[in-house]
């Protein structure tokens, strides 16, 4: 059975320094891998997805590394903003049904202070 | 893009009543759509599987009769708690992906909080 931890649990940063969430998982045969951001009571955003053949996706301030043999990934955020104070939860697809199938971590909260 | 809608988004209902969730495929065709279920800080746990003009797959642990899952056209899939118990109450969220238009990337709806009284 596919686990998916992450760590920290929670992050307090000011405003500018840049960030690493760390992800894990304990089987290496995904489909591929998702990051989202859910903002308090919201549903969840997607940031980046990583397919298992790739090692890395990027958007904006954003960079998703993956490395499926460790079972690792890592969010890193540039230049943290306010704005960016959310929950982060990254997701492991299974394979099989077309990686429609998530297995979620228990996320990350992040707060940004100005 | 793609968007999935999810409706109500906050509902109240009496202990021992049934309360429904839509979760709709605005501009797209899902055959296949995803409930998860989230309780105050802790993570998106998949609940079942609901497919288009079937039966759904339940997770292991989840109760099929009390959670009922119709999914009876290509772009709205519901979820009926039944017999709802204060410990039902959690946040619900439905997933669903475009596979036409936007490859693999999974679109989720805004999500339902359900409080049972």
């Known amino acids: 059975k596919q686990e998916v931890t992450q760590i920290p649990a929670a992050l307090s940063v000011p405003e500018g320094e840049n960030l690493v969430l760390n992800c894990s998982f304990t089987d290496s045969a995904i489909y591929n891998l998702q990051w989202f951001r859910q903002d308090p009571g919201k549903g969840l955003t997607s940031l980046l997805l990583i397919q298992s053949s790739q090692r890395e996706q990027t958007s904006g301030r954003l960079n998703a590394s993956l490395d499926k043999s460790s079972g690792r990934s890592t969010l890193y955020i540039a230049a943290s903003q306010p704005g960016d104070s959310a929950t982060y939860l990254c997701?492991?697809?299974?394979?099989?049904?077309?990686?429609?199938?998530?297995?979620f971590g228990g996320g990350t909260r992040l707060m940004v202070k100005p | 893009g793609a968007v999935v809608s999810q409706h109500p988004s906050w509902v109240i209902c009496k202990s021992g009543t049934s309360v429904k969730i839509e979760c709709r495929s605005l501009d797209f065709q899902a055959t296949t759509m995803f409930w998860y279920r989230q309780f105050p800080k802790q993570s998106l746990m998949l609940m079942a599987t609901s497919n288009e003009g079937s039966k759904a797959t339940y997770e292991q642990g989840v109760e099929k009769d009390k959670f009922l899952i119709n999914h009876a056209s290509l772009t709205l899939s519901t979820l009926t708690v039944t017999s709802a118990h204060p410990e039902d109450s959690s946040f619900y969220i439905c997933?669903?992906?475009?596979?036409?238009?936007?490859?693999?990337?999974?679109?989720f709806g805004e999500g339902s909080w359900l409080t049972v009284v």
């Open positions: 997701a492991v697809a299974r394979l099989g049904n077309a990686g429609n199938m998530l297995t």
């Open positions: 997933s669903a992906r475009d596979p036409v238009h936007s490859g693999n990337t999974i679109y």
